[in-house]
Nanobody, 116 residues
Framework: QVQLVESGGGLVQPGGSLRLSCAAS????????MAWYRQTPGKQREMVAT???????NYADFVKGRFTISRDNAKNMVYLQMSSLQPEDTAVYYC??????????WGQGTQVTVAA
């Protein structure tokens, strides 16, 4: 299991930007696929963006062109740069580390609220 700690959430106005960070405690960070998910009350957790160990990225349709996922293997960090935020982006955002084999690890989540 990998310990993941998210930070950077908060309250932002519609149209604004926010950068989430996730610190991972593992010696093998560079081999993990990392991802950001989000969840709102009463709904299933949904994938927002993923980045493989080689840097390939994938985004949910609802964030394409607005969000960017990146990673810094030297610092064991993964980021989610969010722009043009809308109220429907309000959710708890979770960092996820996906090993090649085995179960994923999850962070505790960070709240993002988009409101005027």
């Amino acid at each position: 299991q990998v310990q993941l700690v998210e930070s950077g959430g908060g309250l932002v106005q519609p149209g604004g930007s926010l950068r989430l960070s996730c610190a991972a405690s593992t010696r093998f960070f560079s081999i993990y696929t990392m991802a950001w998910y989000r969840q709102t009350p009463g709904k299933q957790r949904e994938m927002v963006a993923t980045i493989t160990n080689t840097g390939s990225t994938n985004y949910a349709d609802f964030v394409k062109g607005r969000f960017t996922i990146s990673r810094d293997n030297a610092k064991n960090m993964v980021y989610l740069q969010m722009s043009s935020l809308q109220p429907e982006d309000t959710a708890v955002y979770y960092c996820c580390a996906k090993p090649v084999i085995g179960n994923p690890s999850w962070g505790q989540g960070t709240q993002v609220t988009v409101a005027a």
